[in-house]
């Protein structure tokens, strides 16, 4: 088995939902995800999640996704590293 194959394997217990993760939903379309409370992108500290690559419903900025109720705008969505296998999406409270 290939490194990336091996990793692959080992990031499904971490975006189990009975370990790490949660549910989030764009639109109807529900993903897995891990919520990250204190990220910083860019200089700012906020919230963000971190989602496999391959399950990404295609997700962009400007856009509303759901997790627990509560809604978020989606601010920045990028690769978390260069594997390519993670994405990490920073978040805004759509409150405002």
């Not at 490194?3 to 975006?15: A, C, G, I, P, R």
């Not at 910083?40 to 999640?49: D, T």
């Amino acid at each position: 088995m290939s490194l990336k194959k091996d990793m692959q394997t080992d990031l499904n217990v971490f975006y189990d939902t009975e370990e790490f993760a949660c549910l989030a939903f764009y639109g109807e379309v529900e993903f897995r995800a891990i919520f990250i409370n204190n990220f910083e992108i860019q200089g700012l500290l906020g919230k963000a999640i971190s989602i496999l690559a391959s399950e990404d419903p295609g997700i962009k900025e400007d856009d509303i996704i759901t997790i627990d109720g509560e809604s978020f705008e989606v601010n920045n969505v990028d690769f978390k590293d260069d594997t390519k296998l993670e994405k990490v999406i920073g978040l805004t409270d759509d409150r405002n």
